[in-house]
């Protein structure tokens, strides 16, 4: 079946440094990519929507200069976290359609971000 | 903005039992989709639901959507020690480009 690989699965940062994940759809063409953050306990926040070769909209209240994403191609989306704080430390996934106009999303297995 | 209520927010149940958990919303969804996360993992989809009415299994698992498209509930029937999780309902706004809104989740205990 279509798979979203997520990478890296963990990562731990200093405070002030930017980290970058990936998300890469295998096998299936991603035009967009939702991005989410999840705190311990919570449910998923749509943080932001990624198009490929166009810009992401980003949902209210999230920072898009420290959020910075990139849809390069229909099987690349990028989240940089830029400038990390440790109220930036959370879980963060990916999903992508993976039949167009379908509601069959496919998650990738998610980012342990930690910034100390 | 628009907000799923699931419940209930924790089960601890005997193996065997059957689970029911539930969603609500404020406002009309056209889909209905139900996840499982495991720790540390992305959620994986169960079970999706695309017209008012619609009752759909997988396995052990039931869905229905709504007759007012603004609830759904999630039956496990027969349950075992992997139903361990945490289950996530969510719902697909109209016009709204294909997002989610995630319910509070409903953590599943199993007692052997």
């Known amino acids: 079946g279509a798979v979203v690989s997520q990478h890296p699965s963990r990562v731990i940062c200093k405070s002030g440094t930017s980290v970058k994940i990936e998300c890469r759809s295998l096998d299936f063409q991603a035009t967009t990519m939702f991005w989410y953050r999840q705190f311990p306990k919570q449910s998923l926040m749509l943080m932001a929507t990624?198009?490929?070769?166009?810009?992401?909209?980003?949902e209210q209240g999230v920072e898009k200069d420290k959020f910075l994403i990139n849809h390069a191609s229909l099987t690349l989306s990028t989240l940089t976290v830029t400038s990390a704080h440790p109220e930036d430390s959370s879980f963060y996934i990916c999903?992508?359609?993976?039949?167009?106009?379908?509601?069959?999303?496919?998650f990738g297995s998610g980012t342990r971000l930690t910034v100390v | 903005g628009q907000q799923l209520n699931q419940s209930p927010q924790s089960m601890f149940i005997q193996e065997g039992e059957d689970v029911s958990m539930n969603c609500t919303s404020s406002?009309?969804?056209?889909?209905w989709l139900w996840y499982k996360q495991d720790p540390g993992e992305g959620p994986v989809l169960l079970i999706a639901l695309y017209k008012a009415g619609e009752l759909t299994s997988n396995g052990r698992l039931t869905a229905q959507f709504g007759i007012t498209r603004k609830d759904s509930f999630l039956n496990i029937s027969a349950s075992i020690p992997s139903d361990v999780g945490i289950y996530f309902c969510?719902?697909?706004?109209?016009?709204?480009?294909?997002?989610?809104?995630f319910g509070q989740g409903t953590e599943l205990s199993v007692k052997p």
């Open positions: 999903s992508a359609p993976t039949v167009q106009g379908a509601w069959g999303y496919t």
């Open positions: 969510a719902g697909g706004p109209y016009n709204q480009g294909g997002k989610l809104i």
């Open positions: 990624s198009n490929e070769g166009s810009k992401a909209t980003y």
């Open positions: 406002s009309i969804f056209n889909t």
